[in-house]
């Protein structure tokens, strides 16, 4: 995830200055070397990969 680190803390802003937290998911797909595809969920405070 520190690869992607300003593009997520881009979709965090947006989505605090929009105050959309509540109302939509992020979710996205990002290649992670070796091992493949990985879907990730990003909320305004956080991000988890989404088994």
């Not at 605090?16 to 937290?21: L, P, Q, S, T, Y």
């Not at 879907?39 to 405070?45: E, H, I, L």
Request: proline residues 0%.
């Amino acid at each position: 995830m520190a690869a992607y680190r300003k593009e997520i803390a881009d979709i965090q802003a947006t989505i605090k200055e929009h105050n959309i937290d509540e109302v939509i998911d992020f979710e996205f797909w990002v290649w992670v070397d070796r091992q493949g595809f990985r879907k990730w969920k990003v909320t305004v405070d956080s991000v988890t990969e989404v088994a």
